[in-house]
């Protein structure tokens, strides 16, 4: 398994960026996929996930109504739309994915997911 992110830079504030991850080895329909960030100093959070199997998603409070999640099965990508970009935003963000056929392991907590990418990093502006 393979995941690769992109789309990371520097927005300022008010704005939008969408991340992509690229994956190789991931199932959409039988894995949960998530997007997690971490800033200097702090630990890795979880932002939003995607159960693959009953499409139901979980959101953090702090994203919740302003980043979204999406895959596109034909290019194997995961998308994290995200708008109305705050500073506390600026993190490094990691794409996620773990096997879940009965989508019981999507979820926003650390060390649920077994395969990670490099992560892209955002940085907002004022």
Known sequence: VQLVESGGGLV????SLR?????????????????????????????????????VKFYADSVRHRFTISVDNA?????LQMNS???????????EATPDPWGVRAGLGAGEYDYWGQGTQV????
């Open 85 to 95: 970009l705050k500073l506390e935003d600026k993190a490094v963000y990691y794409c």
């Open 75 to 79: 290019k194997n990508t995961v998308y």
């Open 19 to 55: 991340l992509s991850c690229a994956t190789s080895g991931v199932t959409f329909h039988d894995h949960a996929v998530a997007w997690f960030r971490q800033a200097p100093g702090k630990e890795r959070e979880g932002v939003i996930c995607l159960s693959g199997s009953d499409g």
């Open 123 to 126: 940085t907002v502006s004022s």
């Open 12 to 15: 300022q504030a008010g704005g």
